[in-house]
């Protein structure tokens, strides 16, 4: 038997005993825009809260950071699947596109795509399949900024960062432990952005929303 052919058998080994290993609750993909940021925030989730690898996978756009590149991304993901980043084809009950607002001229085009896909996709259940846009205007710090502020107004993604470097000393793109840093504030800033929600939705650009706060109660409350 060649290497590639060993390989190939031993990667199959491997993606088996991890769906030997997945949980009862639903299988999640998640596809951001960012590439440190986002994915290091929710996978301090999911290793916090001991969710299965083979249940929450958690992906960076690899088509580009444009809205819709991560949209068409977490389709494609899907679909074909990746078994070099463990991912098997259609081997989830609900996808997410995490991604900004910013200055990305496609956002909206992106948020349409989303949920034109919503319930049509099938899985390996032949099971339709949930498809949503996680959206944040300006950008994704707006959800960190708000356990410490509460927002009403539009607020550029350079203000956002600023200010909350305020709170976070040292806060850049990519930082670690962010999750940690701000869970104790949590409760806080879930009512904050309901409040904004009650107002304003993705598709209200420029005034400030973020669709976080239901992935992260989602990936906190999986196990319940």
């Known amino acids: ?49 001991q969710l299965h690898s083979a249940n929450v996978a958690v992906q960076p756009s690899h088509l580009g950071t444009a809205p819709i590149q991560v949209v068409r991304y977490a389709q494609r993901l899907f679909v074909d699947g990746d078994l070099q980043r463990g991912i098997r084809p259609k081997g989830f009950d609900q996808i997410y596109a995490v991604f900004d607002r910013d200055d990305h001229e496609s956002y909206f085009n992106a948020l349409n795509l989303a949920a034109s896909l919503d319930g049509k996709l099938r899985n390996d259940d032949r099971q339709a ?19 410490y502020e ?4 539009p ?7 600023a ?16 999750f940690a840093i701000t869970s104790g504030r949590l409760e806080t ?28 109660k989602l990936l906190t409350t999986l196990r319940d």
């Open 129 to 147: 399949v949930s498809f949503k846009a996680i959206a944040s205007v300006p950008s994704f710090e707006l959800w960190l900024l708000l356990h």
């Open 1 to 49: 038997m060649g290497r590639d052919n060993q390989a190939k058998v031993r990667q199959l080994r491997r993606q088996a005993t991890k769906e030997a290993r997945r949980a009862s609750y639903p299988r999640i993909l998640i596809v951001t825009e960012g590439s440190k940021t986002e994915p290091l925030y929710i996978e301090e989730i999911r290793t916090k809260y």
């Open 189 to 216: 800033a879930t009512q904050r952005a309901l409040a904004l929600a009650a107002k304003f939705n993705a598709h209200t650009a420029p005034e400030p929303f973020t669709a976080v706060h239901g992935l992260v």
């Open 163 to 178: 200010r909350l470097k305020q709170y976070i000393p040292g806060y850049d793109k990519g930082a670690v432990d962010s």
């Open 150 to 153: 509460d927002l009403q107004a």
């Open 155 to 161: 607020i550029s993604r350079d203000m956002t960062i």
